[in-house]
């Protein structure tokens, strides 16, 4: 056995070794992932982020089970991999959660991560845009020297890290000049990064956001080819055709040293399109190394009910993203997420008001960037702390009975009031979450056979 990616210290210091009783009946974790690779059995367990590889003598030892642990699985066994026949597997990751949950809220003494709304408004007109109905506004250069006081005053002199959020934030670049000239005059170390839709960019723009705003990240969705881009997107007043300045643009970035990432966003209109969409990424900008395309379903969010998905139509979906994720990996440009180290102890900045929170243009604080109104807990311009609102975004919902036997369970958390989960877990939800892992489990592993450091997220 051969450890390709070490446990997170935190479940390590909670969990140690399990003790192995000799005779007694065990099998592999619900919350272990096997892939077969030529070399051996890799097998990652989501709950504490280990990740090993057994040879094709100890995975043999794999087919013994249910039984008493065979010797060559003695040490797999002592990290969790194998568990009493009658253990409730569940039941451990609910209370490891508990436990890291507490560790992780000591150590967050800090905020310092911002999701800035620079403005709600937008050059482009997407007919699904989330934020259709919300009444448009842009931050002042005021409220932005204000905001960068209260990042200032808020980030313990840690380095900080900020996402350029809107509408389109490139409406809206005077205030993102203001506050990064502000961190920088004081010293404070920052980084960046940006959801757009890179229409806005041009040379010089680029060069100013590499420079001056430490731009590293680029999210871009695209919808298709040519002529279904230009008709989805409808620009406001478009200069020439707006998908070949995106593509330019991604280009610019990418030659700038920006790592760009583009989502394609799936839906039954577009999904035939995407493929000579991806053909066309690839070969544009295949092989550059920040350079990834991923995978996102348009309406997943409404969940079944709401949207009127029958329980086929969603396996037809996750069909439909298997195969385009294995045609983009094909093509070499689908991106590899990081591993996830072990089990997660909140879900997303909405229930994480400790170390993160997005600051809408008005300078309120809020946890939610799709439910912006819905989930504001403060303001920049006052300590006082909405602790109603903040305990509401931390509501949970019960586990299903699928969880029960389902291996991302110590890495899925589902809140009560977000607007991009359905209320009962989907075929898509789970295709999506499983691809993702297995995606980070073999990048890992390619990553430890090259003696490059693992990517991986901690809790
Ligand atoms: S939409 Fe859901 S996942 Fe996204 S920030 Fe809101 S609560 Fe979190
Ligand atoms: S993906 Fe679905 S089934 Fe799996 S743990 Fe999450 S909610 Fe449960």
Known sequence: MRQVVSPIQTVQKILGRQKVE??????????????????GVLLYHTLTGELLLLSAEEAAA???????VPPALGEPAAR??????????????????????????????ALTRYTIFTTTTCNARCFYCFESGWKRSSMSEQTARDTAKYILAHCGGKPVHIEWF????????????????????????????????????DEALVQRAKNAWSLKDVQITMDGTEEVYNRRKSYVTPQGSPYRRVLRNIGLLLDAGVRVTVRLNMDGDNEGDLYALADELAERFGGKPDFGVYLAVLFENKGIERFGYTEEESSAYARGLRLMQAYLEKKGVATRPPLKLGITVNS???????????VTPEGLLCGCTSCMNDSIWGSIYSDKVDEEVLRQWKERNPPEAACKACPVYPQ?????????????????????????????ILGSYEDWKAGVPARTDTV
């Open 22 to 39: 000799e005779g007694a009946p065990y099998r592999l974790s619900v919350h272990c992932m096997r892939v077969e690779r030529p070399e």
């Open 166 to 201: 809107g509408g389109e934030p490139l409406v809206n670049t005077r205030v993102i000049d203001i506050i990064t000239d502000c961190l920088r005059q004081q010293g404070t170390e920052f980084r960046s990064t940006m959801l757009s839709n890179g229409y806005l960019f």
């Open 62 to 68: 794999l087919g013994k089970l249910p039984g008493p």
């Open 412 to 440: 899925c958390i589902r809140l009560k009031k977000c607007p991009n989960r359905p209320e009962h877990c989907s075929p898509i939800e789970r295709a999506r979450r499983e691809e993702k892992i297995l995606r980070g």
């Open 348 to 358: 997303c900045m909405a229930d994480n008001s400790g170390g993160s929170t997005a």
């Open 80 to 109: 969790w991999f194998l568990r009493p026949l009658e253990a409730d597997d569940m039941a451990l990751a609910d209370q490891v959660r508990e436990i890291a949950g507490l560790f992780v809220r000591e150590k967050e003494t």
